[in-house]
């Protein structure tokens, strides 16, 4: 068979794996946008199906054999070879896991689901901990079968999201970044704190608001849709279908903006993403770490800049009228820093510190170390002494994220690589563009998200984050980019300058 012959059949049937996964998005979204709570047993059994079904497509022999004769054939394109590579590392780890442990996990993960929905609402997290449990030891179980026992075992789930990130790496990253934020958390104790934006913000505003704002920066409508969920996610559905959601709150007009705005920057890179290599294994996302970056670059360096606040603030006027929120009270109520509870609505500064904390505790679980039992009181522990705060309830504590409930045990991290990738990105994109603040002043998306869509979308998965990365910036420490970029802005507000070395 020709290197063309080979390539289409791997393509074929590489596109049915995409269409079954196309249709676990749309059952992922129904679920957690309007599927009854009654529907949660059933559902559980259509994804374990859909995933039993899906792995044995994928790991078929023939899928292994058409990966060799094409990694043996001397002339790949370069798309092509890039596909391969990508390919073939998925199918070596899948084809260690036995059908049935697919299956099981994927009925646990759905059960979990409907579980901690209704554990957060009770705030009740003993309730939570027996389907929690199992999907952590049914992870744990994965793991173990794609490394072997000399290996970390978390590392296995870390390059489930992020290939090349290692536990050892993270760790030593996030120590160094945890000491220069406690610097800045020091330096401004006792400075006087922004005011915040006192509600309410009727909802039904804020929902046209967001459909104005999300349409204003450069999401296709016509390719995705707005919907509320208990936790924003975004879910790419296919070629066409790009869809996200946020969650509202009456009295915090800033949660709910900062979330939409957050989905809007992954939608616009999976819309982004090249159409022509669909299918092929290097059109979707080079890492969640990569893909966190364009959501965290729309959230923070754009949408808490002074100029997007000058943007926003006659549009809040529209949507409210009366409240009379100038531009300078915006940004500077966007821009609090404080020790605070809920990951989701942290402000720059601390964000990285609720990440440190889950990153711990996973670590510690997969080491043995931590029962998930003892969870929460590890987690709140935890809180007291990373982030400065304890919950008092689990619904604000070890019950506010949806992503362990959901399987994705390792994701956490890819966060914080997004923060230091944006800080990188927004760096350069300020020397390339010097007056990029006046762009964002007017409302001049197109050209910020044209220099995202040569720089990153369009790379699709042709090599992985950090080339892609490094290609785009140049050789730059992200550590010190984001606390640079951190001093810059908020010690400004605060009135504090960053302490010599």
């Known amino acids: 068979m020709s290197t063309e012959k080979t390539w289409s059949e791997l393509t074929r049937r590489y596109g049915e794996i995409r269409a079954l996964d196309s249709i676990n998005g749309i059952l992922q979204w ?22 039993a079904l899906r792995h044995e497509r994928w790991t078929a022999p023939v899928i292994g054999e058409l990966l060799s004769t094409l990694e043996a054939a001397g002339d790949l394109t370069a798309e092509q070879a890039a596909g391969v590579r990508n390919l073939r590392r998925d199918w070596d780890r899948s084809v260690k896991l036995p059908v049935e442990l697919v299956e099981r996990l994927a009925r646990a993960r759905a059960g979990a689901f409907s579980a901690w929905a209704a554990a957060k609402e009770a705030d009740d ?6 389907p929690l449990s199992e999907v952590f030891e049914l992870t744990r179980e994965m793991s173990e079968r794609m490394f072997t026992d000399e290996d970390c075992l978390y590392d296995a789930l870390l390059a489930e999201f992020d290939p090349g990130t290692t536990a050892a790496s993270l760790n030593s990253m996030f120590n160094r970044l945890a000491g220069e934020l406690n610097i800045f958390l020091d330096t401004i104790e006792g400075c ?3 005011p915040e934006l006192e509600g309410p913000f009727p909802v039904e505003g804020q929902r046209a608001f ?15 849709r707005l ?7 975004t879910v ?6 790009v869809r996200i959601t946020t969650h509202l709150y009456e009295h915090d007009l800033l949660s709910g903006m900062g979330g939409t705005v957050h989905e809007v920057g992954h939608a616009l890179y999976e819309q982004g993403l090249p159409d022509a290599l669909t299918g092929t294994g290097a059109g979707g996302a080079a890492g969640m770490g990569l893909h966190e970056s364009q959501s965290r670059f729309w959230e923070n360096f754009i949408g808490r800049s002074l100029s997007f606040s000058e943007l926003v603030a006659p549009m809040l006027e529209q949507h409210f009228p009366g409240r009379g929120i100038g531009p300078t009270a915006l940004y500077q109520a966007n821009n609090r820093v404080r020790r605070s509870l809920i990951r989701i609505s942290a402000d720059e500064v601390t964000y990285n510190l609720h990440i440190i904390v889950r990153a711990r505790l996973e670590q510690a679980i997969f080491a043995g170390d931590l029962a998930v039992a003892d969870l929460r009181g590890a987690w709140d522990d935890a809180y007291a002494e990373v982030v400065g705060v304890r919950p008092d309830n689990a619904r604000d504590g070890v019950l506010q994220d949806v992503h362990w409930a959901s399987g994705a045990i390792g994701y956490f991290p890819s966060y914080t690589i997004g923060n230091l990738y944006a800080a990188s990105l927004g760096a350069k994109l300020s020397d390339e563009m010097p007056d990029i603040w006046d762009k964002v002043r007017a409302g001049e998306f197109a050209p910020i998200l044209g220099w995202l869509r040569e720089k990153i979308h369009s790379r699709g998965h042709l090599a992985d984050a950090p080339e892609i990365i ?5 050789d730059r420490d992200p550590v010190e980019d984001l606390v640079s970029y951190l001093w810059g802005r908020h010690g400004r507000i605060y009135g504090v300058s960053r302490p010599s070395a």
């Open 470 to 474: 490094r290609d785009a910036v140049g």
């Open 30 to 51: 129904d679920q957690q946008t309007h599927m009854p709570s009654g529907g949660a047993a059933g559902r559980a059994r259509q994804n374990a199906v859909l995933s």
């Open 125 to 130: 997290f003993e309730s939570f901990v027996p």
């Open 227 to 233: 919907d509320e969920a208990e936790h924003p996610f």
């Open 236 to 241: 790419g559905i296919g070629t066409g279908d």
């Open 210 to 224: 967001s459909q104005e704002l999300i349409q204003r920066i450069g999401y296709d409508l016509s390719r995705g």
């Open 192 to 194: 006087p704190t922004p």
